[in-house]
């Protein structure tokens, strides 16, 4: 059976033992730590509402881009149609203008031929 001092020695060596400004560091440091964890917690939420939001989320303007550039290829696939359209349009009005200048210069030469000639 333990007498008196030596419990009293043995609970003055625990309380040596403590840490005693320690532990008001410790719980300092915790509450700390749980307002840091909600600034996150807020922050993440944050970020997923900017990520997710339907209307002008990051999700949703990145398919609006996609939307836009495949409408682009379309288009510019029907500009390469346009294009060669023109092209066989200038070939062809190239060809009309030398026959009509040819038909010019014939008449101007009939017309001269029949003035001088006669």
Partial sequence: ?????????????????????ELALI???IASL???QKAVREGMRELKKQ???PDNGVIARVNRN?????????KLEDIGDVTSEVMSI???????????????????????KALFIT
Avoid: C
Avoid at 101 to 106: E, P, R, V
């Fill in 27 to 29: 719980q300092v440091d």
């Fill in 66 to 74: 996609s939307d836009f550039r495949e409408d682009a290829k379309i």
């Fill in 90 to 112: 200038k070939l062809w009005r190239h060809a009309v203008n030398k026959a009509l200048w040819i038909m010019f210069a014939s008449v101007i030469g009939l017309v001269l």
């Fill in 1 to 21: 059976m333990a007498t008196n001092k030596e419990i009293l020695k043995e609970l003055q060596l625990i309380n040596d033992n403590l840490p005693n400004g």
């Fill in 34 to 36: 749980k307002e840091d």
């Fill in 51 to 53: 990520m997710l939001d």
